[in-house]
């Protein structure tokens, strides 16, 4: 092949303010700025004093770990954590030694911070402790909808539930409040429209606290049988408090109106009700749990009717039912699905309340099919361009990759949690009967988070498998943060780098060989290499994501017409920058590139059978 079209040759280096974060403005008490939610929620920790914060990015929560790095390091420390585990225990650890800490996380890493937060709850805090989860109604971005109030009740936490940007603000200060004045981990609970809508927020000023130190006291922080025995009667005193602060007025809100119906709502949910049906009675929770059944049932009883909306499970329905209080909802209300005004209006048109309005203007659009596609030039594609090509059987994981599932890279067999892949590869081989190769795919922030454990059962139990480390070097589904691979921390210091190589070496695998994901050739002799190796092997796919932190591009490439056989094989590689031309050539279509989203990556180039893909001259 033509000199020109070599790979782009070395990895571009960081430069030195590619991922630093600018300084923080914390603004002065009183001043007006529009936030979004995940701004307000990091403003409100901030002006709650707290010390020590935590997170492992997802969306829709990253902003809020990005915007606490804003903030004097001085005053606040800010860090990614490998996962949400890790980050929630830092923020225990803060707890104890006397400081306000907070954890953010998706609903899903709620699932793998679980098991600390279960035990926390019995322990209580020293410094207030705030764990900010976002849930994904919708599932705009995520493999599930699962409802964090679940976990509230299951752990019997407080869930404080903002409206709007400002009370996200106000809600994560209280939180820190409640958790010290009732001895409580506390839930603030966020959604995907709260995270990213951005409205006007008053700001205010930070309190400084000086943390009061560690208190020793075993009965309490050490949680063996004995001593959880004790504390879980107190947990339940503490549940009874809870409910009996919520009662206020000042926090559960009642807007009297029409008697005919009433609506019982929270969060987000309340600003479509007041939209659609800005008459009625509305009590507004400002927490989903423990519920104020005081001021519930006097609500109740003011109003022929009740309705509670609220996204996602029948949570606050069920509890009040249980309470011996007759409400209506999910009878009128989806249990799937983000709300939205038009669903709200719909359900109280069902049930009768509200008139049904005719849309005399009805549209008849049918949208344009926009399946999501990897980026141009992903360094992905070649992996799974070989996995397809060895027709193996391929245990996905979480992140970009999780794409090569569609066509025309489909070459992902299964895709269930973070960190599922390796393990799920072992069950598979354990299983036995399969005659493909087993093979397991992940990238590497999500190999830190939850890969290594499974990696070291797959040597432990003599698994026969083939593990591909995706490895671009940052976490890039998520907006491009860092991990502890690409050797810089949240604010952009430089720190220690993880060495794969080594680490997988250490834990005991035997053929381990690292790739540069652009040469197409070295790729597929290396995962056929891999696939013949008896035991566990690892190919690590080498090259560093286009787009964060920072867009890397080459010379971009072209398509010589005349020499185009419209094979398909550039098409197969599903990269948007290729597609077919309008005109006909010798009575078909060729393919064309288009030469602004092209990053010169070459692949396309080094698979053209007839050699017609060349460096674009302008």
């Avoid at 585990?85 to 793998?112: C, E, P, Q, Y």
């Avoid at 869930?159 to 200060?173: H, K, M, N, V, W």
């Avoid at 001593?227 to 602060?245: C, D």
């Avoid at 008849?364 to 594609?381: Q, S």
Wanted: glycine share 8%; aromatic share 6%; net charge negative.
């Amino acid at each position: 092949m033509d000199q020109q079209l070599n790979t782009i040759e070395e990895h571009p280096a960081k430069p030195e303010t590619a991922k630093r974060k600018p300084a923080g403005r914390a603004g002065a008490k009183g001043e007006v700025r529009p936030l979004s939610g995940n701004e307000a929620i990091a403003q409100g920790a901030w002006e709650a004093g707290v010390t020590v914060a935590a997170a492992y990015p997802g969306t829709p929560s990253t902003e809020i770990m990005e915007t606490v790095a804003k903030y004097p390091a001085d005053r606040i420390h800010a860090q990614w954590s490998t996962n949400e585990k890790v980050s929630l225990d830092v923020a225990i650890g803060a707890s104890f030694a006397g400081a306000r800490a907070l954890s953010v996380m998706k609903h899903v890493g709620l699932n793998v911070a679980a098991d600390a937060l279960m035990s926390q709850t019995y322990i209580g805090v020293n410094g207030g402790l705030v764990i900010v989860v976002c849930d994904d109604p919708g599932i705009h971005s995520s493999q599930n909808e699962q409802d964090t109030r679940i976990y509230s009740r299951l752990a019997t936490v407080p869930c404080l539930e903002p409206s709007d940007a400002q009370e996200a603000l106000a809600f994560t200060r209280l939180a820190f409040e409640l958790s010290e004045r009732f001895d409580t981990p506390v839930i603030v609970r966020s959604t995907t429209r709260l995270s990213h809508t951005r409205s006007p927020v008053t700001i205010g000023e930070r309190i400084e606290r000086d943390g009061h130190g560690f208190v020793e006291n075993p009965n309490k922080n050490v949680m063996i049988p004995t001593n959880a025995r004790t504390r879980h009667p107190m947990l339940l005193e503490r549940e009874a408090k809870v409910r009996e602060y919520f009662e206020d007025p000042e926090f559960t809100r009642w807007d009297r109106g029409d008697t005919t119906f009433g609506i019982i709502t929270a969060g987000m949910c309340y600003s479509y009700v007041k939209e659609i049906a800005p008459g009625a009675s509305v009590l507004k929770l400002g927490a989903s749990y423990p519920l104020p059944t005081d001021i519930i049932a006097e609500f109740c009883a003011s109003v022929d009717r009740v309705f509670v909306v609220e996204e996602l499970e029948a949570a606050v329905e069920t509890d009040i039912r249980a309470a011996g209080l007759k409400v209506e909802g999910k009878a009128f209300f989806p249990r799937v699905g983000e709300l939205s005004p038009e669903l709200v209006r719909a359900g109280l048109e069902q049930a009768g309340v509200i008139e049904r309005v005719s849309d005399t203007d009805e549209w008849d659009v049918t949208p344009t099919a926009r399946p999501p596609v990897l980026c141009p030039g992903c360094p992905h594609t070649t992996s799974y361009m070989a996995l397809r090509a060895l027709d193996a059987r391929v245990a996905g994981d979480i992140g970009c990759y999780t794409l090569a599932t569609m066509e025309p890279l489909r070459s992902i067999d299964t895709c269930v949690s973070m960190g599922s892949s390796i393990a799920n590869a072992i069950g598979i081989a354990k299983a036995g009967g399969e005659p493909k190769p087993i093979m397991a795919t992940i990238g590497d922030s999500t190999f830190l988070h939850s890969g290594i454990p499974p990696l070291i059962d797959a040597v432990y139990n003599n698994a026969n498998i083939t593990v591909i480390l995706l490895d671009n070097h940052v976490t890039a589904m998520t907006g491009g943060q860092d991990h502890p691979g690409t050797g810089r921390t949240l604010r952009g210091e430089e720190t220690h780098q993880v060495d794969y190589q080594q680490l997988i070496k250490a834990i005991g695998v035997k053929w381990v060989r690292k790739i540069d994901s652009y040469n197409v050739a070295d790729m597929y002799q290396a995962f056929r290499e891999a696939v013949a190796f008896k035991g566990v092997s690892v190919v690590i796919s080498d090259r560093p994501c286009v787009l964060d932190p920072m867009k890397i591009k080459g010379p971009a490439l072209a398509v010589e017409a005349e020499g185009c056989t419209a094979c398909q094989s550039c098409m197969n590689l599903g990269c948007p920058s290729i597609t077919w031309t309008d005109d006909m050539y010798d009575g078909h279509h060729k393919v064309k590139i288009d030469v602004t989203t092209c990053i010169g990556c070459t692949l396309c180039a080094q698979i053209c059978p007839s050699d017609c893909i060349r460096p674009h001259v302008q």
